[in-house]
Antibody, heavy 123, light 106 residues
Framework: QITLKESGPTLVKPTQTLTLTCTFS??????????VGWIRQPPGKALEWLAL???????RYSPSLKSRLTITKDTSKNQVVLTMTNMDPVDTATYYC???????????????WGQGTLVTVSS | DIQMTQSPSTLSASVGDRVTITCRASQSISSWLAWYQQKPGKAPKLLIY???SLESGVPSRFSGSGSGTEFTLTISSLQPDDFATYYC????????FGPGTKVDIK
């Protein structure tokens, strides 16, 4: 059974750095083709992809947020960590982590998702 | 960056209706398109990947088609459980989600 769960602060102040952890089970981030990504969703708005890290440590970032994001993995702990600097009230959103997988040349994006964690940015 | 648009933004339909949602990409994405269903307060659920491949466990009333820049999601006979918001997502170059289409009860 594959599960992912996000953890981190529910409230951060403007200008602070947000650190979120995705802890997963049922798959390994050392398996070829596997990736874990972060997606967020402001209240009542659409989904926005943030970052993704692959089994081989290849990292991809949203161009619009690249300067503020860092994604890392700890394969031994089955965890992926996302940091976002200089938080602003517009960054208030539910943050999700999700698994991506490749089967040969076929890419299956985000087939398993965590439940999401709401992060509010306010002073 | 590749931009995604969806139409309509809201769709009112009845149980049993055939429903079609359109997604357009700002440039060709080949077949690298996915569709997700999201219900209020829940994480999105993958329905379709590679434009037309049905994710395991997803009912066969859902189907996807298209390539290049224009794609469609079709629900052949709308069921009560299908009232939700649907998002397309390109993954040809990074990842971009569409703005969503809300399917509500007519």
């Amino acid at each position: 059974q594959i599960t992912l769960k996000e953890s981190g602060p529910t409230l951060v102040k403007p200008t602070q750095t947000l650190t979120l952890t995705c802890t997963f089970s049922g798959f390994s981030l050392s398996t070829s083709g596997v990736g874990v990504g972060w997606i967020r969703q402001p209240p009542g708005k659409a989904l926005e992809w943030l970052a993704l890290i692959y089994w081989d440590d290849d990292k991809r970032y949203s161009p619009s947020l690249k300067s503020r994001l860092t994604i890392t993995k700890d394969t031994s702990k089955n965890q992926v960590v996302l940091t976002m600097t200089n938080m602003d009230p517009v960054d208030t959103a539910t943050y999700y982590c999700a698994r991506s997988n490749h089967f040969g040349v076929v890419i299956v994006p985000f087939d398993y998702w965590g439940q999401g964690t709401l992060v509010t940015v306010s002073s | 960056d590749i931009q995604m648009t969806q139409s309509p933004s809201t769709l009112s339909a009845s149980v049993g209706d055939r429903v079609t949602i359109t997604c357009r990409a700002s440039q060709s994405i080949s077949s690298w398109l996915a569709w997700y269903q999201q219900k209020p307060g829940k994480a999105p659920k993958l329905l379709i990947y590679k434009a037309s491949s049905l994710e395991s466990g997803v009912p066969s009333r859902f189907s996807g088609s298209g390539s290049g820049t224009e794609f469609t999601l079709t629900i052949s006979s709308l069921q009560p459980d299908d009232f939700a918001t649907y998002y397309c997502q390109q993954y040809n170059s990074q990842f971009t989600f569409g703005p969503g289409t809300k399917v509500d009860i007519k």
